[in-house]
């Protein structure tokens, strides 16, 4: 069996290098080809081209580097044409994926599936009547997603969150500060700008005069900054310099978040994964002002952080735009860290449990069926 595969960002590589796992416990002998990351990379994965070149963030930004984006998309397109596969999954990456599976659908009789169900329920509903034109079936993180969908008459099936089989239910936070060597009597906040280059720059100036401040007026205060390894640190190396109460760890996110007592957190699927390591939080999110001018109009969700999206109330503080600086982020922090937060942590827990699905098999049969 060969699988074409598409992951364009890492939250996607993620996800699909959990995919190749799932897959090859049932059939070993599958060709995975396509696109993925360093995480795809290590399960067998030779990708066309670096998936950095389709990472972009925004409605705008992508823009700049359309004509690369679309060459991109078409060379990746003939090869899958050329290889013939089995099926193509797309994970994650809408704007992405979706091209692609529509012109499979249109030039071949490969099998589309797409993996993470794009947001309907936030925005830009309309999209759901095509989907059923150019995609066999959907693979959903979330269990409202195929009701949803099952009203549009549209093949999918629940998978359940990667993230949420992999993080225990319960969190030791001292096992995982030893873990790290962190200092026991020290409280940690985690910080997580965002995975691109793009999102760490709108955050990381304010990030570090927080840091700053803690530094001079409660030096108890330790924080720990989650990067990827593609992240390029040259835009604050500087200044970070004389900030002793900050260290800086390398996909290393759910132990980060493990270890934490508090977290910092561009909007994301991190902020998903400090939910499940039960870890306090509040969310950040600054990007360029036309990208939020459109975004603003075309969100239904009142929300942008999954926890929040998913449990469909306010369970953590979000900062948008403006209100991400440095007075705001002290003052949210100061609170945080002086409340009990046992609220939060139980809905935490109750997102975690209506995440999980044990069926070993949820991938292949639905690929076998197909």
């Not at 099998?111 to 995609?135: D, E, G």
């Not at 979330?142 to 949420?164: C, D, M, Q, R, W």
């Not at 840091?211 to 924080?223: D, L, Q, R, T």
Request: one cysteine or more.
């Amino acid at each position: 069996m060969k699988i074409a595969i598409s992951a364009g960002e890492e939250s996607g590589d993620i996800l699909g290098s959990d995919l190749i796992d799932s897959l090859r416990d049932y059939k070993n002998d599958i060709e995975f080809i396509g696109l993925g990351g360093e995480k795809m990379k290590e399960k067998g994965l030779k990708p066309l081209f670096p998936f950095e070149e389709i990472s972009k963030m925004g409605l705008i930004e992508p823009l700049f580097s359309l004509k690369n984006l679309l060459r991109r998309r078409k060379q990746l397109i003939d090869y899958i044409i050329d290889e013939q596969p089995d099926v193509f999954i797309g994970v994650d990456s809408p704007s992405f994926n979706l091209g692609i599976s529509k012109r499979l659908k249109l030039k071949t009789k490969i099998k589309t599936i797409q993996y993470v169900c794009p947001q309907i329920w936030a925005w830009r509903k309309k999209r759901i009547r095509k989907f059923s034109n150019y995609l066999d079936h959907i693979f959903c993180l979330y269990k409202f997603e195929t009701k949803i969908l099952k009203n549009h008459n549209l093949e999918s099936s629940f998978v359940g969150h990667p993230l949420a089989k992999k993080i225990e239910l319960e969190i030791n936070k001292e096992k995982y500060k030893d873990h790290l060597n962190l200092d026991r009597s020290k409280t940690h906040v985690a910080l997580l700008p965002g995975s691109r280059d793009s999102e760490i720059k709108k955050h990381i100036d304010d990030l570090l005069s927080m840091v700053s401040h803690y530094k001079n007026h409660n030096p108890k205060i330790k924080f720990i900054l989650a990067l990827t390894k593609n992240s390029r640190k040259y835009c604050f190396e500087e200044k970070m310099k004389e900030l002793d109460n900050l260290s800086i760890f390398y996909d290393d996110t759910k132990n980060v978040l493990s270890a934490s007592d508090f977290s910092i957190i561009a909007s994301g699927t991190a902020t998903l994964e400090a939910a499940l390591c039960k870890t306090p939080m509040f969310v950040i999110y600054k990007t360029n002002f036309l990208s939020y001018f459109i975004l603003s109009r075309l969100i239904y969700s009142k929300f942008i952080s999954l926890p929040n999206i998913l449990s469909e109330k306010k369970i953590v503080k979000e900062l948008l735009q403006s209100q991400v600086n440095f007075n705001n982020l002290v003052y949210e922090l100061d609170i945080l860290m002086n409340e009990d937060n046992k609220e939060m942590k139980l809905n935490f827990e109750n997102l975690h449990r209506s995440l999980i699905n044990d069926n070993q098999s949820k991938f292949f049969s639905v690929i076998e069926s197909i």
